[in-house]
Nanobody
Framework: QVQLVESGGGLVQAGGSLRLSCAASGSIVYINTMAWYRQTPAKQRELVAVITSGGSANYADSVKGRFTISRDNAKNTVYLQMNSLKPEDTAVYYC????????????????WGQGTQVTVSS
């Protein structure tokens, strides 16, 4: 069974930085894409950043130039470095793993993290 553990959220002042981590545990053969989403009570969950197994990354326009997504395939971990944070970045951040292959199974799985709160004060 695969479990995702997120960490790194918290309270920070505007202009500050945080680094989120999402580590997947369990027997994993391959992870295709790893991504970060965020959600507030007033908005639907939105894609923040995504990174492929080859390292290609894409970002929401609202975070381009401020956030950086990266991954460590050996550790099955994805990171989100968030700089120049703004109050509008306040949300619960979720990691997601897509097209995950497990030993002995032809099925590809998708997993969500439990979410970590990021609060940016003005």
């Amino acid at each position: 069974q695969v479990q995702l553990v997120e960490s790194g959220g918290g309270l920070v002042q505007a202009g500050g930085s945080l680094r989120l981590s999402c580590a997947a545990s369990g027997s994993i053969v391959y992870i295709n894409t790893m991504a970060w989403y965020r959600q507030t009570p007033a908005k639907q969950r939105e894609l923040v950043a995504v990174i492929t197994s080859g390292g290609s990354a894409n970002y929401a326009d609202s975070v381009k130039g401020r956030f950086t997504i990266s991954r460590d395939n050996a550790k099955n971990t994805v990171y989100l470095q968030m700089n120049s944070l703004k109050p509008e970045d306040t949300a619960v951040y979720y990691c997601k793993l897509d097209n995950v292959r497990l030993p002995g199974s032809p099925i590809e799985y998708h997993y969500w993290g439990q979410g970590t709160q990021v609060t940016v004060s003005s």
